[in-house]
T-cell receptor, first 109, second 116 residues
């Protein structure tokens, strides 16, 4: 079956660093995406990993280990506007994008 | 470049009715995927259309159907609506080139469907 696990919710303080983990078991693997979704809005693209390692993009970084079926999204210098749901999604072998349930991140002052 | 647009943005229907939702992809994108998002189930894949053909399908009943036109615009239809169909329906477009392993999906704002 297809399974993507992420924590349901996390809380962090403004200015801090937070790491959101994602583990997956899918039929094949063709890349992993992280999306950000603010309440009432559409998901927006944050990062893409297809090879092992770290991809850095400004305050956001994403890491992938294909052998462990594991990824994380790292958010640095947290801002209040980073309060949102963070979705991990995997392209499986059949070309379907399978989403996790999302992690609701609350950033407190 | 204009983003993905969806119409209508909000819709209220009653059980047993049918509904048609529309999605216009980003110009040049040939793939349109549809998702259902609910608080309990998260984002679930409905189907993907590419060049007017259904290329992929999720695990939804036959009441959920779709189509794509020659200009890549897509519609999805839900017949015999049930209360559980109340959800945010998102469409996403991408280039759809299976030869590329990177195929970012751009999401539209969604249609909020409420079934009473």
């Amino acid at each position: 079956g297809q399974n993507i696990d992420q924590p349901t919710e996390m809380t962090a303080t403004e200015g801090a660093i937070v790491q959101i983990n994602c583990t997956y078991q899918t039929s094949g693997f063709n890349g992993l995406f992280w999306y950000q979704q603010h309440a009432g809005e559409a998901p927006t693209f944050l990062s893409y990993n297809v090879l092992d390692g770290l991809e850095e993009k400004g305050r956001f970084s994403s890491f992938l280990s294909r052998s462990k079926g594991y990824s994380y999204l790292l958010l640095k210098e947290l801002q209040m506007k980073d309060s949102a749901s963070y979705l991990c999604a995997v392209y499986n072998q059949g070309g379907k994008l399978i989403f996790g349930q999302g992690t609701e991140l609350s950033v407190k002052p | 470049k204009a983003g993905v647009t969806q119409t209508p943005r909000y819709l209220i229907k009653t059980r047993g009715q049918q509904v048609t939702l529309s999605c216009s992809p980003i110009s040049g994108h040939r793939s349109v995927s549809w998702y259902q998002q609910t608080p309990g189930q998260g984002l679930q894949f409905l189907f993907e259309y590419f060049s007017e053909t259904q290329r992929n399908k999720g695990n939804f009943p036959g009441r959920f159907s779709g189509r794509q036109f020659s200009n890549s615009r897509s519609e999805m239809n839900v017949s015999t609506l049930e209360l559980g169909d109340s959800a945010l329906y998102l469409c996403a477009s991408s280039l759809g080139d299976r030869g590329s392993s990177y195929n970012e999906q751009f999401f539209g704002p969604g249609t909020r469907l409420t079934v009473l």
